[in-house]
């Protein structure tokens, strides 16, 4: 396996990946925050990928669990098999990649990623035995994050197509869903049960079938949805009118604000904390 030099940690991976063969496992041990979340990415964009073992500190893995985008990316991946995800005790001094025939250390500076590569026979196996090892002691890593392709196709085909769209177009545009555990009323960052809501308000739906779905995919509970959207109308976002059914309670239907209502969906974050930020002015 050749040293590669690039840009992106991003692509020293792919080009490493690429390298490897889809015979054995590749181990990925030590990484960092922003290299774990880099090997995520490089790793969701092969074609043919190899299957990867990550083993990160419970620290490096609860912040990949944090972002809704790279959660959603690796749960794919490991819903394919092509990820199997550990948390080990952080023995590793090292940032690496273990192929069969290669290692390979991640390198990083403000500009370009390195990622140095050794083909040694004695050295590479001793490596994989090291990561072997650590990896039969290491403890499983629970996401709590269903697959993006799954919120995605159950959206369209249980709630509604356009909704689906606009709901992606949303998640692309902004860089990252993370918070810290918790939500208040001045993040400065709209996280994925806060986009789907605004999704289902530009399309008016009910509070009650947003929510169902929500919980049934495994994206949030019916009570998360129920809080965030009270938040979302204390910042003046939305709002909900009431629906008469037959028997029970009236439901709520969603109803975006009337300065978001033209808005297309993927200015609609921006747009959102434009009107949070003229309120508190």
């Known amino acids: 396996m ?15 990946l690429a390298d490897a063969s889809t015979s054995s ?7 960092a925050e922003e290299p774990a979340a880099a090997l995520v990415n490089a790793l969701a964009g092969l074609d043919d990928p190899p299957t990867v073992r990550l083993l990160v500190t419970e620290t490096v893995a609860k912040w990949l669990r944090r972002d809704f985008h790279l959660a959603s990316t690796a749960a794919d991946l490991l819903a394919a098999e092509t990820l199997s995800l550990r948390v080990a005790d ?10 069969a025939d290669a290692v390979a250390s991640i390198l990083s500076t403000d500009e370009q990623t390195a990622g140095p ?19 039969e002691t290491a403890e499983p890593f629970d996401l709590r994050t269903p697959p993006r392709s799954r919120v995605y196709e159950t959206l369209g085909d249980e709630i509604d197509p356009a909704v689906e769209a606009d709901y992606q177009a949303m998640l692309d545009a902004v860089e990252t869903t993370r918070s ?17 809501l ?32 009270n938040r979302l109308e204390d910042q003046g976002l939305l709002t909900t009118e009431k629906v008469p059914i037959d028997i029970g309670r ?32």
Request: charged fraction near 30%; aromatic fraction near 8%.
């Open 2 to 16: 050749p040293s590669h030099v690039a840009p992106t940690t991003a692509e020293v991976y792919r080009a490493h």
């Open 25 to 31: 496992d590749v181990f990925a041990a030590g990484l």
């Open 250 to 281: 009236p439901r709520q239907r969603l109803v975006l604000d009337d300065r978001l209502r033209d808005v297309e969906a993927g200015d609609l974050p921006e747009a959102g904390r434009d009107v949070i930020d003229s309120a508190t002015e």
């Open 117 to 135: 590569a050794t083909d040694d026979p004695e050295f590479v196996d001793s490596m994989r035995e090291r990561c072997s090892e650590a990896w």
């Open 180 to 196: 810290n555990g918790y939500r208040t009323t001045d993040d400065d960052r709209f996280d994925e049960v806060e986009l789907v």
């Open 198 to 229: 605004l999704a289902g308000a530009k399309h008016e739906l009910q509070h009650y079938d947003l929510s169902r779905w929500g919980e049934d995919v495994g994206l949030a509970s019916k009570a998360t949805f129920s809080r965030t959207k």
């Open 90 to 99: 952080g023995s590793f001094a090292n940032q690496m990649v273990v192929t």
